[in-house]
Nanobody, 120 residues
Framework: QVQLVESGGGLVQAGGSLRLSCAASGSILSINVMNWHRQAPGKQRELVAGITSGGRTNYADSVKDRFTISRDNAKNTVYLQMNSLKPEDTAVYYC??????????????WGQGIQVTVSS
């Protein structure tokens, strides 16, 4: 089994910054893609940013030039640096990791979610 532990959320004023972390542990052979999604009240969950094992990144248009995703492969950890935060960034943020387990099975695991609230 693979577990994800997210941290770093909280309340911040508009224009401020937060850094989210998501650490994966368990029966991990390799991790391919690490993503951050978010879900605001009354809205569908959306992909915010993703990063491959090779470091290729992609971002939602709404966060480009403000958010940066990175990963530490040695620690099986993905980060999301969020700058110039806006009230519309308020949401529960979820980490999602896809990879291969030590039993050579593909896995896809979600974190429990972490609240980010941006006040105006």
């Amino acid at each position: 089994q693979v577990q994800l532990v997210e941290s770093g959320g909280g309340l911040v004023q508009a224009g401020g910054s937060l850094r989210l972390s998501c650490a994966a542990s368990g029966s991990i052979l390799s991790i391919n893609v690490m993503n951050w999604h978010r879900q605001a009240p009354g809205k569908q969950r959306e992909l915010v940013a993703g990063i491959t094992s090779g470091g290729r990144t992609n971002y939602a248009d709404s966060v480009k030039d403000r958010f940066t995703i990175s990963r530490d492969n040695a620690k099986n950890t993905v980060y999301l640096q969020m700058n110039s935060l806006k009230p519309e960034d308020t949401a529960v943020y979820y980490c999602n990791v896809e990879g291969v387990s030590t039993t050579f099975r593909r896995f896809g695991t979600w974190g429990q979610g972490i609240q980010v609230t941006v006040s105006s």
